[in-house]
T-cell receptor, first 113, second 114 residues
Framework: AQTVTQSQPEMSVQEAETVTLSCTYD???????LFWYKQPPSRQMILVIR??????QNATENRFSVNFQKAAKSFSLKISDSQLGDTAMYFC??????????FGKGTKLTVNP | DSGVTQTPKHLITATGQRVTLRCSPR?????VYWYQQSLDQGLQFLIQ???????AKGNILERFSAQQFPDLHSELNLSSLELGDSALYFC?????????????FGPGTRLTVL
């Protein structure tokens, strides 16, 4: 079974600085996808970024980028130029051959002014 | 706004009761997924429907059931409710992007069982 581990329960960063959230996963599948979702205080789950395991190039979406290390089964999220609106819970998720998402327990990120 | 709608937003009920949560995916989304988010279990997959048929089942209790209708909206039925069923219930629709189905979540229904 797939597992996803987020080892940082809480993190904080100053506005305009860069922060990296860690995620490791375990899977026996060769073809899979990884996601980062953001859950702000409104509780809405918002897709941040997606990475296909067969792609070596790291995905980027504006200020958000990932460092995907397939051999190490690591998938970290880097947020550049942090903004107050980035304050949220961030969940790493794995999706393999089955359709379901397997989530980590989340990292609570606080951006301080 | 993901375009996935869920009703109601909040639901307060008593133990032993039955409730129905409703989800409408975006136009074109054939799949609907249900997830439960609780403090102790985190985010857990419950069940998936694709074009009216059950496709995958996760940690869904026997007291819970779901269905997807011809117009593709879905309902999650929770019966014989217990205090531990208090949670945020999400549904997600999916769109084919980049070779896989990317799931877009609705705003959730917060269920409180008293």
């Amino acid at each position: 079974a797939q597992t996803v581990t987020q080892s940082q329960p809480e993190m904080s960063v100053q506005e305009a600085e860069t922060v990296t959230l860690s995620c490791t996963y375990d899977t026996s599948e060769s073809n899979y996808y990884l996601f980062w979702y953001k859950q702000p205080p409104s509780r809405q789950m918002i897709l941040v970024i997606r990475q296909e395991a067969y792609k070596q190039q790291n995905a980027t979406e504006n200020r958000f980028s990932v460092n995907f290390q397939k051999a190490a089964k690591s998938f970290s999220l880097k947020i550049s130029d942090s903004q107050l609106g980035d304050t949220a819970m961030y969940f790493c998720a794995h999706k393999g051959g089955s359709e379901k998402l397997v989530f980590g327990k989340g990292t609570k990120l606080t951006v301080n002014p | 706004d993901s375009g996935v709608t869920q009703t109601p937003k909040h639901l307060i009920t008593a133990t032993g009761q039955r409730v129905t949560l409703r989800c409408s995916p975006r136009s074109g989304d054939l799949s609907v997924y249900w997830y439960q988010q609780s403090l102790d279990q985190g985010l857990q997959f419950l069940i998936q429907y694709y074009n009216g048929e059950e496709r995958a089942k996760g940690n869904i209790l026997e007291r819970f059931s779901a269905q997807q209708f011809p117009d593709l909206h879905s309902e999650l039925n929770l019966s014989s409710l217990e205090l531990g069923d208090s949670a945020l219930y999400f549904c997600a629709g999916s769109a084919r992007e980049g070779g896989t189905d990317t799931q877009y979540f609705g705003p959730g229904t917060r269920l409180t069982v008293l």
